[in-house]
């Protein structure tokens, strides 16, 4: 779930740590590179075709409630790209695998954190879509969102989420965030370290290499497209 402007239940938690780069031991897919690539207004027809994709079940999870399509729709249309921050991960086919969307507010946002000082928040929620489980996705996403946050002065990201979503309790407890459960319901925070010359290098370089990523996969689907037109044949 991603709603910034609603307000937490419980204490703004204890300090955390950036998470590794997951291992690849657990999952029963290969392993391979996840390149995670911020999006800009342009992607919001792919960002789209995302969440439809998602069956209830994940829409429950993702936004706390089965929204319709006409919904997923205009919440789509409002993700405001000059005050928000929206991660993707593309297959070979420029097809989102999975979506970290993060949204800033003032710390008062929250009212249960204006005890703790000022400074700005950030919220963040993930989907993935069902073929890409247990491949990390999430997880990349969590920390390509947190190395953004840190390098952007945000000092605590937020997560709220359904206490039954394993996925996004993993990557809390993966990150050491302090976790609070109310009613089905729980608060995730993440303290975060101030940037330094090395993460700011970091993201940009990340950011790099995963939109040449992005511009070979398209190059080559237009190549393919291209050769399919000749041939009459029908790309996949």
């Given amino acids: 779930m991603t709603r910034t402007n609603d307000a937490a239940n419980s204490g703004s938690g204890q300090a955390g740590k950036v998470p590794a780069p997951p291992s690849s ?16 207004r342009r992607a919001r027809k792919r960002l789209l075709r995302h969440f439809l994709a998602l069956d ?25 790209f000059s005050r928000d921050t929206v991660f993707g991960v593309y297959d070979r086919k420029l097809r989102l695998l999975g979506v970290g969307h993060l949204a800033f507010a003032p710390r008062d946002a929250l009212p249960s954190m204006s005890a703790g000082g000022k400074g700005r928040v950030a919220e963040f929620g993930v989907s993935v879509a069902a073929s890409a489980r247990g491949m990390g996705v999430g997880s990349r996403l969590f920390e390509r969102a947190a190395m953004h946050c840190r390098n952007a002065d945000i000092n605590t990201l937020y997560m709220h989420f359904l206490s039954s979503n394993k996925v996004m309790m993993h990557i809390a407890k993966k990150a050491g965030m302090a976790i609070h459960r109310d009613y089905g319901e729980a608060d ?4 975060l370290s101030p940037a330094n010359p090395a993460s700011v290098l ?25 050769l399919s037109s000749l041939r009459g044949g029908k790309r996949d």
């Avoid at 999952?27 to 690539?37: E, G, L």
């Avoid at 995730?188 to 303290?191: E, G, H, P, Q, W």
């Avoid at 950011?207 to 190549?223: F, G």
């Fill in 56 to 80: 209830s079940g994940d829409r429950l999870l993702r936004f706390g409630s089965v929204l319709s399509d006409d919904l997923v729709s205009k919440y789509v249309e409002k993700i405001d």
């Fill in 202 to 226: 970091q993201e940009a370089v990340e950011e790099q290499v995963a939109t040449l990523d992005y511009t070979l996969k398209a190059n080559l689907r237009a190549v393919l497209k291209w």
């Fill in 25 to 40: 031991g657990s999952s029963n897919k290969p392993s391979q590179t996840i390149f995670v690539k911020e999006l800009s």
């Fill in 188 to 191: 995730a925070y993440l303290r």
